[in-house]
């Protein structure tokens, strides 16, 4: 399934209580400890129908979101195509998030 490559800033609390109003969240805060141990944890929970994950710049939480309403990106957050990318790589978001060179991503598994 397709991923998400957000590259336009959105504030993250918009980001988060927009995709809140329309999906369930349960969230798993890391450290630089416990970072990979809940990744794994997080991409686990991607597997189950209807869910998803979001992954933010300089947030330290893993975002899980349930609900049966489909995901349009560009209507909910008002984006057009250049701002961002789609990508079949779940690891391709979280890099580029870690490395700065994303604001978001939202990950399918």
Do not use: H, Q, R
């Amino acid at each position: 399934m397709a991923n998400y490559i957000i590259k336009k800033w959105i504030e993250p609390y918009v980001l988060l209580e927009t995709l809140k109003s329309s999906y369930d969240m349960t969230d798993l805060t890391f450290d630089g400890f416990s970072k990979n141990a809940l990744k794994e944890e997080f991409l686990k929970e991607l597997k189950k129908a209807g869910t998803f994950g979001l992954y933010m710049k300089n947030v330290n939480k893993f975002y899980i979101f349930n609900g049966s309403e489909p995901l349009d990106i560009e209507k909910m957050f008002n984006l057009d195509t250049g701002d961002y990318v789609v990508c079949d790589d779940y690891n391709e978001p979280l890099k580029l998030v870690d490395f700065g060179k994303a604001e978001a991503g939202i990950i399918f598994l």
